[in-house]
């Protein structure tokens, strides 16, 4: 599986961005999607999670915030940010896991995209 993740930009504190993941594959309807972010000198950490069903999970930090959305005609999963705060400034990447439920360990996905780098200014 090969993942393509764009979208990433410079953008004021408050304001919105949306992320895109393209993937290859016929079975993309059979994935279990999600974005993580690593700042600087950070470990990458989850952000939200989408399953093959359409249920999805959410860290805290930006919960009534970010959505994640699939679309599986199309092979893409987008994250839509909202409220940009300094703090999510961070490269944003995709993922698959082949783990069912809202595992936000990054060792349950087992294919990643590049990142895209998202920079909130304040």
């Known amino acids: 599986v090969q993942l393509q993740a764009s979208g990433g930009g410079l953008v004021q504190a408050g304001g919105s961005l949306r992320l895109s993941c393209a993937a290859n594959?016929?079975?993309?309807?059979?994935?279990?999607m999600g974005w993580f972010r690593q700042a600087p000198g950070t470990e990458r950490e989850f952000v939200a999670r989408?399953?093959?069903?359409?249920?999805?999970y959410y860290t805290d930090f930006v919960k009534g915030r970010f959505t994640i959305i699939r679309d599986n005609a199309k092979n893409m999963v987008y994250l839509q940010m909202n409220s940009l705060k300094p703090e999510d400034t961070a490269a944003y990447f995709c993922?698959?896991?082949?783990?069912?439920?809202?595992?936000?360990?990054?060792?349950?996905?087992?294919?990643w995209g590049q990142g895209t780098l998202v920079t909130v200014s304040s």
């Open positions: 594959g016929r079975t993309f309807r059979d994935y279990h």
């Open positions: 989408i399953n093959r069903s359409g249920g999805t």
């Open positions: 993922a698959v896991s082949r783990v069912a439920g809202t595992t936000t360990r990054a060792a349950d996905y087992v294919h």
